[in-house]
C-alpha cells in the first residue's frame, strides 16, 4: 500500500524566508502524481503544486516550488520571500495515474513569524 | 463559479445518534470524493463516485456508513449510529473527469459525543 510521511509536524520561518517542508512516500509504482495542497486556519483545501513522476523536472508555481527526487521517493516543497498569508497546514499527497483517490501525509503545520 | 460546499460546517451529536453530511460539488464535475480527518491525523480516503456510481468504496470503514450521490449531483454522508471514534473533519472533493488534482470543501467537523 501508498504511504506519505510528513516527518515535520511543526514548522516555523521569519517573514521572507525560505522555508522547505519534507515529504516522503512509498510505492511500487513508476506513474504516478505527487500534490501539495495547503489548508489555513477555518478555510479550505487549496491545490498548490503538482508534480508529475515521468516528468524529470521540479515544478514551479511562483514563489512554491519542489525538490522532486524519484529515486529517493521524495518530494519537498520549498517557499521562497515566505509571506505572513502563507501560514497554513500543509499536506503531502500521492495518486497513481490511473486511480481516483490520492493518500496524504499527517500534515506540517507552518507558522510565519513577522 | 461556485465551490465545493459543505454543510452543516459542524456537528455535535450524542453517540447512537444519525447524522447527514453533504456535499454539493462543482457544477461539471463528475468526480466526487469523501475524505476524513481523524484526531489531526492524516487525510484518509473514504469513497469515490463517478457521476451517481460509486467508484470506488474501499476506504468505508464499516456498514454504518452509506454514502450516495442521486442523481450524480449533490452526495450525502450518513452515519448511523454515530461512535465516538467517528468524530473528525469530513472532506468533500470534486474534479473534472481526467482531472488531476481536487477542489475541496471546507469540511464538516463532526463531534460525536
Known amino acids: 500500500a501508498q504511504t506519505v510521511t510528513q516527518s515535520q509536524p511543526e514548522m516555523s520561518v521569519q517573514e521572507a524566508e525560505t522555508v522547505t517542508l519534507s515529504c516522503t512516500y512509498d510505492?511500487?509504482?513508476?506513474?504516478?502524481?505527487l500534490f501539495w495542497y495547503k489548508q489555513p486556519p477555518s478555510r479550505q483545501m487549496i491545490l498548490v503544486i503538482r508534480q508529475e513522476a515521468y516528468k524529470q523536472q521540479n515544478a514551479t508555481e511562483n514563489r512554491f516550488s519542489v525538490n522532486f527526487q524519484k529515486a529517493a521517493k521524495s518530494f519537498s516543497l520549498k517557499i521562497s520571500d515566505s509571506q505572513l498569508g502563507d501560514a497554513a497546514m500543509y499536506f503531502c499527497?500521492?495518486?497513481?495515474?490511473?486511480?481516483?483517490?490520492?493518500?496524504f501525509g499527517d500534515g506540517t503545520t507552518l507558522t510565519v513569524k513577522p | 463559479e461556485a465551490g465545493v460546499t459543505q454543510f452543516p460546517s459542524h456537528s455535535v451529536i450524542e453517540k447512537g445518534q444519525t447524522v447527514t453530511l453533504r456535499c454539493d460539488p462543482i457544477s461539471g464535475h463528475d468526480n466526487l470524493y469523501w475524505y476524513r480527518r481523524v484526531m489531526g491525523k492524516e487525510i484518509k480516503f473514504l469513497l469515490h463516485f463517478v457521476k451517481e456510481s460509486k467508484q470506488d468504496e474501499s476506504g468505508m470503514p464499516n456498514n454504518r456508513f452509506l454514502a450516495e450521490r442521486t442523481g450524480g449531483t449533490y452526495s450525502t454522508l450518513k452515519v448511523q449510529p454515530a461512535e465516538l471514534e467517528d468524530s473528525g473533519v469530513y472532506f468533500c472533493a470534486s474534479s473534472q473527469l481526467g482531472s488531476y488534482g481536487y477542489t475541496f470543501g471546507s469540511g464538516t467537523r463532526l463531534t460525536v459525543v
Open positions: 499527497a500521492y495518486r497513481e495515474t490511473n486511480a481516483g483517490k490520492s493518500t
Open positions: 510505492t511500487s509504482e513508476s506513474d504516478y502524481y
